[in-house]
Structures are given as structure tokens and as C-alpha cells.
């Protein structure tokens, strides 16, 4: 099993270390090198970052607009679970089921698709792991080698160093070494605070008080505070080069978030009240964000228009009855 996983993830493996490489030719021409060399491959970590970041960004935009459409249909999705409320019989819980998908139809939302980028990222970031962990067999010949990765270059990436510390190192690892102890910690707290302040300001100002006082948001209350002592049981294990990649990549996600929160705040939260402070500030029109197939509540429907699920039948006109002047006679 480990095999395969290894086999699945070498592609990625290869593509990574290509990246990385090109980064770090480019940080040597510019002068990132002899003592600055681990700087250069750290900095050619933050690179490739960069880059799976940038191939992420389509469906990064496709889960902000499925968040804000999953936002937009919460009135009708409470309408569908207080209809079936208390119905546990396998007819109604297969009613309310055809409902709710025939409602992710009809507004083209997908519950899923908040997940894809991160079941995305989630290769890059194992492939760096197995990368940066093969490095020192590689490095003794033990290991074939991974693209541009060969025996000579990681004996250069394991001989080169960032405050005394390598790239491979871990603080499992460390054997006593007090400069990979000490860089670790630091960049397990980093990682941790940024972690924190995504989700808190995603939780106080992205969500509408609603859906802030459900069950599903408690237990992400929790694990708001939990997630960094699962940082520091998980982050001790990890190669300094990939805590660095993890950071990188948080601090990418803070300030992408931060611009989703200004400017395309989710309905109903405290973000999207101060965005229409601002517009009106400024006299520009507030654009509202329409779900197909979806019907505000305060939407004006005529008094002839035909009921969801009836059919309008065609009316015929009446003819206006004429009087034929009696001649006078």
C-alpha cells in the first residue's frame, strides 16, 4: 500500500523538485549562494508554494462562489428540514433527500466543492514531505534520484543551512541540535497563529449570525482552538522545509481570504453590512448576487402568476357582447 501511495505521488514528486530547482537557480544567479545557500532553497520552497497557489486560484473562485450560493439557499434549506422535522421513516428521509438535491440542481451549488482545494493541496504538500524526508538517502546514494534532484545536489541542499538548522531536519530529529529546536517551535506557533486568524475572522465576520448559532458551527468553534495543539503533536514530525511550505501557504490563504472577506463577503454577514457602507459611502450601486433557479423571499410575484408546481391554464377571452341599434321607426 505504502508503494503505491509512493508510486501515486511521484509525478508531483518530480514536478516539485523541478520547481524548486528552477527557484533555486534563479536565487543563485542573484546571488543567494555559498553561505546564503540554504536561504536560497528555503526561499525556492515559498517559490513552489507560490506556484501550487496560482494553479489553485480557478477553483479557489469556484468554492467562494458555492459558499456564497450556499449562503443564499440556507432559507430554503431550513424550509426543507422543518417540513420533514420528526419524520424518520425511510419514505420521508427519502423525500427530503430528492428535495435538497433537486435544490443543489436547480441553483447549480455543490456542497462539496469548499473541499476541493484543500483534497488538492493535499498531495503537494505529502510529495514535499516524502521529498524533503528522502533527501538525506538520496543524498548517501541510498536513493535513486527525483528528477533535477540528484546524489550531488542533495549533498549541496543537505550541507546547506538556515539558522544553523537543514531543510530535512525535524525537531524528532533534532538530536540535541538547540538551532532545529528552537526554528521548529517558531514556525509551529507561526503556522498556528495563522491557522487561527483565518479561521476566526473567516467565523466572526464571513458568516451571517444565523449560521454562527447552529450545531456545525460550534464544533468548528471548538476546533478553532483545538487545531494548535494539533499542530504542535503533528508539526514536531515534519521536515523544516515543509513547516515552511505550510506556513507559506497560510500565509497565502490569510490574505486571499481577507480579500474574498472585503470584497465578495458571504450574504447576510458582518463583512457584507460594512461593503455596503462603503459603496454607499462612495455612491456606487451594491450588486446583489442572483442564484439561478432560486426565488428571494421579498421577490414580487404578480397575483396571476402560477404556483411552483402547478401548471397555468390559457384563459380565454371573452368576447364583449355588441347591441344592434333597433331602427327607429
Known sequence: ????FNTLLYPIKFGEAWVMYGWHWLFDKIG??????????ALSIVG????VR???????????????????????MQKIQKKYKGKRDPESQKAQQAEIMDLYRRTGTNPFSSCLP???????????FQLLNNLKAI?????PAIGPITQEVAQQIESSTIFGAKLSDSFVTANGNLNVQILTVVLIILMSATTFTTQYQLMRKNMPQAALDNPFAKQQKVLLYLMPIFFAISGINFPIGVLIYWLTTNLWTMGQQFYVIRNMPAPGSEAERRRRERLERKGKEVDELVVPGLVPDDAVVPDDAPKSGQRQ?????????????????
Do not use: C, Y
Not at 480557478?58 to 450560493?69: A, E, G, T, Y
Not at 543524498?139 to 536513493?143: P, V
Not at 384563459?315 to 341599434?325: E, V
Open 118 to 128: 484543500i483534497l488538492i493541496q493535499s498531495p503537494f504538500f505529502f510529495a514535499l
Open 313 to 329: 391554464q390559457p384563459k380565454g377571452k371573452k368576447r364583449a357582447k355588441t347591441s344592434t341599434p333597433k331602427s327607429r321607426r
Open 54 to 76: 496560482i494553479l489553485l486560484i480557478p477553483l479557489f473562485v469556484r468554492q467562494i462562489h458555492s459558499s456564497r450560493r450556499m449562503q443564499l439557499i440556507q432559507p430554503e
Open 32 to 41: 543567494l549562494n555559498g553561505d546564503l545557500a540554504g536561504w536560497a532553497w
Open 1 to 4: 500500500m505504502i508503494d503505491f
Open 48 to 51: 513552489l508554494t507560490v506556484v
Open 139 to 143: 543524498a548517501e546514494g541510498k536513493s
